[in-house]
């Protein structure tokens, strides 16, 4: 009998880490209760942009948005694109509804739990972007098939991007780094790697905004950022 389940976040059907946080203030608990319902990914049914937004539109995705200062950083960039965003912390999730309400970001659509049950109601080819920043690195090899750079996510990010399509992933977690690179590589019929030189994974890219955690990892720990891309190739 082992005492870890083989698979990785596609078969694990779970969710790890923090899911509520400090309680929250009065205004958040009212942006909960009162617009999280009116802009919520629907719970069931083909998850698009016709119905999300009411046309079809350039659509983008990111996994575990934090804050949301990202999420609502490029929605307000590109107001003629859709945005989805699911979370699992409610914290973070009432953040993000505060940067849509100061904001007034009409093309965002939030959901309360796990990105991968949203992203499989998704279209094959729909995605014109993914976004994967910071996530947690599960540092323990034992934990390793937590990570969501793993193959099974990568395959569905694969499926659900069109051709030309765009991943995006943020982290300062060496460990995590290397694991990305080696998983990516055993996809490169999928995916090319956008990079010319190390600069170009050293350095924030234009349209990229610093998120909170990312200014305090850098400011507070000293931590090395690596901004990594790949575009999806015609299948």
Known sequence: MTAYKEGDPTTLSRLY????GK??????????DNLLPQIAVPEEGPVTAKRLFGEDCPLHFEIGFGGG???????????NHGFIGAE??????AQALTHVVEQR????????????????????????????LHPDPWPKARHAKRRMMNDGPI??????????????????????LRHALMVMQRHSE???????????????????????????????FGHEIWYLRWRRTPT
């Not at 880490?17 to 509520?20: A, T």
């Not at 309680?23 to 909960?32: D, E, H, I, M, T």
């Not at 956008?194 to 994974?201: H, K, L, Q, R």
């Open 88 to 93: 699992p912390f409610l914290n973070g999730v």
């Open 69 to 79: 200062e990202h999420l609502a950083y490029r929605a307000d960039l590109l107001p």
């Open 190 to 220: 999928r995916f090319e790697w956008i990079v010319e030189g190390s600069s170009s994974w050293q350095n924030r890219p234009a349209g990229w905004c610093e998120t909170r955690y990312e200014q305090k990892g850098r400011e507070k």
């Open 17 to 20: 880490g923090r899911s509520v």
């Open 105 to 132: 970001l009409a093309n965002i659509r939030l959901h309360h739990g796990d990105a991968l049950e949203v992203l499989a109601r998704v279209p094959d080819g729909a995605l014109t972007m993914i976004y994967l």
């Open 23 to 32: 309680p929250l203030r009065a205004r958040q608990q009212g942006l909960v």
């Open 155 to 176: 395959s569905l990010f694969a499926d659900k991007l069109k051709p030309g399509g765009e991943l995006r992933l943020g982290t300062d977690h060496a460990v995590y």
